[in-house]
């Protein structure tokens, strides 16, 4: 039984929801990429990886699982230039597991592009 079947089968595993995202997101990564035409090619395969991704962690308890799902969410919004949302989804990834190299590294990564363009960003809340 293949995961999609799985997935539909049991759409309230968010276990199976995280390797969907993950087999989804492997999918499109096998695609060389060629410029904008990589994006127009794997548009659909990306999408459902993201939002299987932002799925995942409304299944179930599980904050290993779930901190990895938004770090490779973030890691996925990179993969697409969308760097702030990117940001959002790697600190709720920290707010499950402080210690995530994916989202502490994707963050920092983050933060310094922006300053290494001249634009700051501010951290939440005034802090």
């Keep these: 039984m293949t995961f999609e079947r799985l997935s539909t089968a049991y759409p309230e595993n968010g276990l199976l929801a995280f390797n969907m995202a993950n087999a989804y997101g492997a999918q499109a990564d096998i695609i060389p990429y060629t410029g904008i035409d990589w994006y127009m090619t794997t548009m659909h395969t990306q999408k459902a990886a993201r939002r299987l991704f932002r799925q995942a962690p409304t299944l179930t308890s599980d904050a ?7 770090a490779n969410l973030g890691v996925r919004l990179i993969k697409a230039w969308r760097l702030v949302e990117a940001y959002d989804y790697y600190q709720m990834s920290l707010s499950y597991d402080q210690t995530n190299v994916i989202a502490l590294t994707g963050a920092a990564n983050i933060l310094l592009h922006y300053a290494s363009i001249g634009i700051e960003m501010q951290a939440p809340f005034g802090e």
Excluded: E, H
Excluded at 64 to 70: E, G, L, V, Y
């Design 64 to 70: 290993d699982n779930n901190s990895r799902s938004m």
